[in-house]
């Protein structure tokens, strides 16, 4: 499984961005998709995830509603609309996938998110 995420860019504090990631080959082999982030000087965090069946969903508790993931399941794709952006949300941003819950096997590029005035 090959996932590219995109989307990512330099926005002012408060302003919304939208990260891409689309799966590609064995994708019948995936269950989950999620994202994660790390940003300089820190250790990579959990951002929130989705089940590709049944769309639901768990999110770290700094999200506290200002991200939200959805799915397209045609490619399938998951994105990441994030709102109210922070400075402290500048990091680079990681989408992953699983068989398993949790179990994250599959790591695309990452995409980086700048946060600043």
């Known amino acids: 499984v090959q996932l590219q995420a995109s989307g990512g860019g330099l926005v002012q504090p408060g302003d919304s961005l939208k990260l891409s990631c689309a799966a590609s080959?064995?994708?019948?082999?995936?269950?989950?998709m999620g994202w994660f982030r790390q940003a300089p000087g820190k250790e990579r965090e959990f951002v929130g995830y989705?089940?590709?069946?049944?769309?639901?969903?768990t999110y770290a508790d700094f999200v506290k509603g200002r991200f939200t993931i959805s799915r397209d399941l045609t490619k399938p794709t998951v994105y990441l609309h994030m709102n109210s952006l922070k400075p402290e949300d500048t990091a680079i941003y990681y989408c992953?996938?699983?068989?398993?819950?949790?179990?994250?096997?599959?790591w695309g590029q990452g995409t980086q998110v700048t946060v600043s005035s």
């Open positions: 992953a996938a699983a068989s398993r819950k949790s179990a994250w096997i599959y």
């Open positions: 080959g064995r994708t019948y082999t995936i269950n989950y």
């Open positions: 989705i089940a590709l069946s049944g769309g639901s969903k």
